[in-house]
Structures are given as C-alpha cells and as structure tokens.
C-alpha cells in the first residue's frame, strides 16, 4: 500500500480519506460524534461506538448520513475484551476493512481518594485504559496484516498535569501514553521485519490530549471548576469537539505516516 510522492501530496492537500473504514468508540457523543462527523467529510465510512444511548447514536447517523456521509452503529462495552473483539470483527464483516481505529469512548467517576473505592478505581481503568487495549489488539493485528493503518487514542490533559478527585481517570489516561508508544514502536517493528516498512502509509499509533471540552462529560464537573479551570486556560475557554476531531483527521490521513508514537495537546495552552 506504498504511497507515491504526487499521491502523498494529494492526500496532503485534500484530506482525502475515501475508500477507508475508521471506527470511533464512544463516537456517538461529544467528542466522539465530531470525529465521526469529520472522519465521514473526509470520505471515510464510519463505525461509530456506544454503550447504550440509542436516542444519541440513531440521530448522529441520521445526521452524518443527511450530509452525504456513511455511518454504521456498533453497540457493545468498551470494558469487555470479547465484546471489543466481537464489535472489531463485525466492523471487518461488515466493511471489509479497517483502516482506523479512534479509541475515544471514556468515562469518569471523580472522588477525592479518601473516598474512592476499589470499585470505582477499577470501573475507570476498564473503559479507560483497558478498552483502549481490548479494541487495538484485534484492531492491530488486521492492519499489520494489511501493511498500513492508524490507531489514535484519546487521553485527556488531565494525565499530563493531575487532577484533584480524578486518580482513577488520570491513571488510565497517563496509561494510554505508554499504550500509545509502546504499540507504535512493535508497529513499525513488525512492519520491518515483515520487510513492509515502506515509504509510505505505514501504521502509526498516536495520542490526542483534549483540554475542557464542552461535552456531556462537563456537565457533571461543578460548575465553580469549570470557572476556575477556565481561568487557568490561555485561551480563556472551553474547547469544542470540532477542535479535537480536525487534529484526528490529520492524523488518520496517509500522508501523516511519518508521525508515530506522539502526544498531541489540543488545550487552549492549558499544559505548557
Ligand atoms: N469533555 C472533555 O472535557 C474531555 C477532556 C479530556 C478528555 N476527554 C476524553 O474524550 C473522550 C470523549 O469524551 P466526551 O466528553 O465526548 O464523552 P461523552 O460525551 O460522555 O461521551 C462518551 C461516549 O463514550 C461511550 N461510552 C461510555 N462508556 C462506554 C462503554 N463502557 N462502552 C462503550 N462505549 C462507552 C458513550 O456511549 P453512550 O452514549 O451509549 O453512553 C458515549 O458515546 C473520553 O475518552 C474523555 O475522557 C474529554
């Protein structure tokens, strides 16, 4: 699946992403549903994720498919490795490919440690960081045998910095780092070995570290926090969905082969 220069250079100045299959967990809400929304604009047919909010997930693909986009749904839970490996195969069934794979779907249970339980630690890092692994481990091994693909996990610029009541959420969030490097590190590994490591597509595993989003997941944040993080944001904002998606895209294109193994921070300047 070797690129050449002008194709590189085409894909670099249209974002084409026609004749690829991405998948996008939690990609029926907030941030997820911008990357489906952009990832379909591009060209791409889209499998997007969710767990159970079937009111959400039947309007994102009315929308998506009101734009001329093609969307399928997938429900299943992002902390159960068989369902993961189930929804990975039924995407390849149904599309015949995966080209790539965006891990967004997250959720938080935010307690001061003194009050966190086992319970509520272990809930976090299963949808969190374990998902993550449950969804690329099937995932790669399809676009290792293909030569080429994208896996892009979304942390948060809370496992950069730390935040108060969310050990859980940080930990699984800083555990995607590792998950990031080490994944895009076997992937170029493998590639090489297999004497596919070409100019060219290739596989790449990146990380996106979204700042306060204006999300769901918002919502449930106080709201005299929102202020002060606000405050503390050089752009003195609240990000949107949008903002993060277009990140995703660039990353997902062909032409971005040569960028592996990265944190990206999409914060406002939160963390500099
Ligand atoms: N919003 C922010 O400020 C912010 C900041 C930094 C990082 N992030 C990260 O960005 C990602 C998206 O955040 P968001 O704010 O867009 O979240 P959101 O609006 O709460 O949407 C969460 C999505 O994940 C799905 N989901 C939740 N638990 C699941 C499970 N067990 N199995 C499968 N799907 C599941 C939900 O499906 P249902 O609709 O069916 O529930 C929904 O589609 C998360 O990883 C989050 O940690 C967000």
Known sequence: M???????QAALS????????????????????????????????????YSSNQARADELRQAV???????SLHKGDIADAEDCARVVKEVIEQHGRLDILVNNAGITVDKGISKMSAADWDKVIK????????????AIQHMLGRGSGRIINISSVAAEMGNIGQANYTAS????????????RE???TLRMAGKLEKGIGLTVNCVTPGLIETDMVVTIPPFMVADFVERIPMHRMGQ?????????????????YITGQIWDVDGGLNM
């Open 2 to 8: 070797a690129t050449t220069g002008s194709q590189t």
């Open 14 to 49: 249209d974002h084409n992403l026609t004749g690829r299959v991405a998948l996008v967990t939690g990609g029926t809400r907030g941030i997820g549903a911008a990357i489906c929304h952009a990832l379909a604009a591009d060209g791409a047919v889209v499998a997007a994720g």
């Open 65 to 71: 498919e009101a734009d001329g986009g093609t969307l």
């Open 127 to 138: 949808v969190d960081l374990s998902g993550a692994f449950y969804m690329s481990k099937p």
């Open 173 to 184: 969030k800083a555990g995607l780092f590792g998950l990031t490097k080490t994944l895009a």
């Open 187 to 189: 992937a170029a590994f």
């Open 241 to 257: 969905p949008e903002e993060i998606a277009r990140v995703v895209c660039f990353l997902a294109q062909d032409a971005s082969g």
